[in-house]
């Protein structure tokens, strides 16, 4: 999607007013974007001259510039398209906070080598495999099925067929394809996080039915991923960050588990702007030592981000990390909890 070229100085973003009275002249304007794949639909009907285009939710009327719930007409909000210069951008808090931080039997107890949810889902790569068409349309069907499921079927079959304008291409484009559309805000690398946290492994197998399904959906576009992030240097010697709001007894769990490794199943993507990271919101503050000399750790993935300007490093899934500190620090208010990927 040339929507979600980072490469140039400035991006079109489209936003919506997001006030309780969109109409007021009293309340001060609010306004929100929408999701970058709602962001290049809108753009792309805007460009082709459309008098209206169809979103998940609402429809866009360009000529009044609003948009209109599709299940009570008579709601409808101001739109409004600006120039964004990419050095503009802020983080994404969201992205970078740690969505369940709390140690649990799962996350210290790493006895099956092949808990990853892609071996068990069956779509590792290894470094000699090709990429074929079918293994791409396993990965495009998969997020329109999921897409479905979350009334996204609209952006889900946006993101399916740019996934499908890459059947042609080089090994090389099609996995750098699945980086960038990763990165994008939308549902789906919310969703690929969540289930490969949440899913119940054991000796190689996916043992709920929702697992098994899960896989067979986005099985295929996390195998992408993950033979990108296997196939690429490797970041070392280097401190990246990631944020959370933990309880008391969330922070007491992290101390009393000093020197024990956590293990991460899902992808986790980690910033390198110390800065920002000390303005994220929470109250913890996860500070990772990456060293080097692993083959499993994390990748610079932020020449391909729709958002360069996050450094982020996304860690590969099913990783560990070794608690080496837990300190409160007053002067920012927040616990700092130092972990350092480890080679198990």
Request: proline fraction near 3%.
């Amino acid at each position: 999607m040339a929507c979600l070229d980072s490469s140039s100085e400035s991006r079109i973003i489209w936003k919506w007013k997001s006030n309780a009275h969109p109409w007021s002249n009293v309340e001060p304007d609010t306004w929100e974007q929408y999701s970058d794949i709602e962001n290049c639909i809108i753009e792309n009907a805007h460009k082709n001259n459309q008098s209206q285009v169809e979103l998940d939710h609402c429809l866009i009327d360009f000529n009044n510039q609003i948009q209109i719930n599709k299940h009570n007409l008579n709601k409808r909000r101001p739109i409004k398209r600006e120039s964004l210069l990419m050095s503009d951008k802020h983080i994404r808090e969201q992205r970078f906070t740690m969505e369940q931080p709390k140690l649990d039997y799962k996350s210290l107890n790493k006895t099956d080598p092949f808990r990853s949810f892609v071996q068990n889902a069956g779509f590792r790569l290894h470094s000699d495999d090709s990429i074929d068409s079918e293994l791409i349309e396993k990965a495009a069907c998969g997020i329109e099925a999921e897409g479905t499921k979350l009334n996204k079927t609209l952006e889900a079959q946006s993101i399916a067929n740019e996934l499908r304008h890459m059947k042609h291409k080089s090994k090389n484009e099609i996995l750098e394809c699945c980086v960038k559309l990763y990165t994008a805000e939308s549902f789906l690398y919310k969703l690929i996080n969540k289930i490969m946290r949440e899913a119940d492994m054991c000796k190689g197998m996916l043992l709920r039915e929702e697992d098994r399904e899960y896989g067979k959906t986005l099985g295929p576009f996390c195998g992408l991923l993950e033979k990108y992030l296997c196939d690429s240097p490797k970041q070392h010697d280097i401190t990246v960050y990631r944020c959370a709001t933990l309880t008391n007894e969330m922070v007491n769990d992290y101390k009393q588990n000093i020197g024990r490794d956590v293990w991460w199943d899902a992808f986790t993507s980690t910033t390198k702007n110390k800065h920002k990271a000390f303005e994220f919101g929470g109250n913890t503050l996860f500070v990772i030592f990456i060293p080097g000399g692993l083959a499993h750790s994390g990748v610079d993935i932020s020449s391909l981000s729709v958002y360069p300007s996050e450094e982020e490093i996304l860690l590969q899934s099913a990783i560990t990390v070794f608690i080496k500190k837990v300190e409160y620090h007053p002067n920012i208010n927040k616990h700092i909890i130092n972990l350092e990927v480890y080679s198990s």
